[in-house]
Antibody, heavy 122, light 110 residues
Framework: QLQLQESGPGLVKPSETLSLTCSVS??????????WGWIRQPPGKGLEWIGN??????FYNSSLKSRVTMSVDTSKNQFSLKLTSMTAADTAVYFC???????????????WGQGTLVTVSS | QSVLTQPPSASGTPGQRVTISCSGG????????VNWYRQLPGTAPKLLIY???HRPSGVPDRFSGSKSGTSASLAISGLQSADEADYYC???????????FGGGTKVTVL
């Protein structure tokens, strides 16, 4: 059964760069039937899509695009997220997830990692 | 302000049927399919419905989805205390060129 696990710092200072890793077990991250995504949830609020990594390339939320970089490490079966210039507004639980579906615009996330809380504070 | 609009709360007694609405526009629900996720307190979202009406393996048929025009609905029949959770709708948005989520609906079993 596929499992995803986020890892990274729980506390980041303002203006610093957040680096998170999602470790995938139970399947190969190289399987081109799927893609991989990051979603975040500010405390007490709803879900916000950050971006997706496809076999053919990466696609990011336009509101975050200038600060986001995603990459895949097939040798470690992991994918990662980097978010620069962190502010208090970026405080959230960050989830990684596997994406699937027939096309890029007709897809869903399943399963999700348990999430990791990232707090931005000095 | 979420792109997709959901009521903030819904409730029912055990055994009742509860319906959650999700309203969008032509760039998302109106032209794409809708997915629903359930988030139990303190846990990650879990896929409940995909492509408007389909249930992943293991999701009971008490949960059903529908879509009409620019709106979608999730129905929970035979409400149970274990159904207390936040429910989110989601759909691809052509303007964002990515998925958008509703603000979530908290279901309470009275």
């Amino acid at each position: 059964q596929l499992q995803l696990q986020e890892s990274g710092p729980g506390l980041v200072k303002p203006s610093e760069t957040l680096s998170l890793t999602c470790s995938v077990s139970g399947d190969s991250i190289s399987d081109t039937s799927y893609f991989w995504g990051w979603i975040r949830q500010p405390p007490g609020k709803g879900l916000e899509w950050i971006g997706n990594i496809y076999y053919s390339g990466n696609f990011y939320n336009s509101s975050l695009k200038s600060r986001v970089t995603m990459s895949v490490d097939t040798s470690k079966n992991q994918f990662s997220l980097k978010l620069t210039s962190m502010t208090a507004a970026d405080t959230a639980v960050y989830f990684c997830a596997r994406g699937m579906g027939p096309t890029r615009a007709y897809n869903w996330f399943d399963p999700w990692g348990q999430g990791t809380l990232v707090t931005v504070s000095s | 302000q979420s792109v997709l609009t959901q009521p903030p709360s819904a409730s029912g007694t055990p055994g009742q049927r509860v319906t959650i609405s999700c309203s969008g526009g032509s760039s998302n629900i109106g032209s794409k399919t809708v997915n629903w996720y359930r988030q139990l307190p303190g846990t990650a979202p879990k896929l409940l419905i995909y492509n408007n009406i389909h249930r992943p393996s293991g999701v009971p048929d008490r949960f059903s989805g529908s879509k009409s025009g620019t709106s979608a609905s999730l129905a929970i029949s035979g409400l149970q205390s274990a159904d207390e959770a936040d429910y989110y709708c989601a759909a691809w948005d052509d303007g964002l060129n990515g998925p958008v989520f509703g603000g979530g609906t908290k279901v309470t079993v009275l």
